[in-house]
T-cell receptor, first 109, second 116 residues
């Protein structure tokens, strides 16, 4: 299984850009990288998914270097409501998601 | 529509009770999942159903019994649970088993279970 490593926690202030980096050194050729957001007592919510280079949607951007051994989730201009746990997952071909401990993001006023 | 619904939202049960958790999706997904999540921990996979057949059981105790009556429904039957089974139980679905072409799992809101 491709294991992921993320910072356990991060602090930011409202209006700042937040970048959360995830390491996945043994990612396989067919693996995609997926990020989820989870608020307390709620199910994880899909944020963004990518395979290589850069992906952008209405809430975030995902940067993946050529070697794909890491990825960076970028949240532009965070607000207090972005305080949550963010999980990086690598979809292993033929197997299933294994959630790592995630990154607990605290956005301060 | 990317909604997965779960009922009930909250459940309190004694160790001798029998109860069931229900999950439903109408996205035409063929893979459905049960996860267990303890406080301040990541979700842990319990079961995977693919095309209505149990494909993965992550060594879950037999007091948890999953059932997939059809492609839209997933149940988790609970019997003789222990207090340490208290947790948030999450259901998810995806178009196919995750890992094949980057399928995305969509999660329900969860059922908060308390075993007394």
């Amino acid at each position: 299984l491709a294991k992921t490593t993320q910072p356990i926690s991060m602090d930011s202030y409202e209006g700042q850009e937040v970048n959360i980096t995830c390491s996945h050194n043994n990612i396989a050729t067919n693996d995609y990288i997926t990020w989820y957001q989870q608020f307390p007592s709620q199910g994880p919510r899909f944020i963004i998914q990518g395979y290589k280079t850069k992906v952008t949607n209405e809430v975030a951007s995902l940067f993946i270097p050529a070697d794909r051994k890491s990825s960076t989730l970028s949240l532009p201009r965070v607000s207090l409501s972005d305080t949550a746990v963010y999980y990086c997952l690598v979809a292993v071909y033929g197997q299933n998601f294994v959630f790592g401990p995630g990154t607990r993001l605290s956005v301060l006023p | 529509d990317t909604e997965v619904t779960q009922t009930p939202k909250h459940l309190v049960m004694g160790m001798t009770n029998k109860k069931s958790l229900k999950c439903e999706q109408h996205m035409g997904h063929r893979a459905m999942y049960w996860y267990k999540q303890k406080a301040k921990k990541p979700p842990e996979l319990m079961f995977v159903y693919s095309y209505e057949k149990l494909s993965i059981n992550e060594s879950v105790p037999s007091r948890f019994s999953p059932e997939c009556p059809n492609s839209s429904l997933l149940n988790l039957h609970l019997h003789a649970l222990q207090p340490e089974d208290s947790a948030l139980y999450l259901c998810a679905s995806s178009q196919e088993r995750s890992g094949q072409g980057g399928s995305t799992q969509y999660f329900g809101p969860g059922t908060r279970l308390l075993v007394l």
